[in-house]
Nanobody, 111 residues
Framework: VQLVESGGGLVQPGGSLRLSCAAS????????MSWYRQAPGKERELVAA????????NYVDSVKGRFTISRDNAKNMVYLQMNSLKPEDTAVYYC?????WGQGTQVTVSS
């Protein structure tokens, strides 16, 4: 089982990024997927989640209306579209499913 994130980087406040997570080694379409983040000195928190068929999503209040989680079961991919980014969104973002974590991708929001 492997999850590999990509798409992080440095962006100015108000900007956008799209994170991707490539999954392998399990039947992707059977599992819910989540994005977590961990800022320096803070606990890891759940940012967004999506059920196996993509019909239901959930978000932490601080990102509602700005972030969108989606998945492509044909490609074994899950995405996190992040718009209107704020400095407080700066963190390492992790893909998660069924006890497996990706390695994380750094998102830095700064002018």
């Amino acid at each position: 089982v492997q999850l590999v994130e990509s798409g992080g980087g440095l962006v100015q406040p108000g900007g956008s990024l799209r994170l991707s997570c490539a999954a392998s080694g399990f039947t992707f379409s059977h599992y819910a997927m989540s994005w977590y983040r961990q800022a320096p000195g803070k606990e890891r928190e759940l940012v967004a989640a999506i059920i196996s068929d993509g019909s239901i999503t959930n978000y932490v209040d601080s990102v509602k209306g700005r972030f969108t989680i989606s998945r492509d079961n044909a490609k074994n991919m899950v995405y996190l579209q992040m718009n209107s980014l704020k400095p407080e969104d700066t963190a390492v973002y992790y893909c998660y499913s069924g006890g497996t974590w990706g390695q994380g991708t750094q998102v830095t929001v700064s002018s």
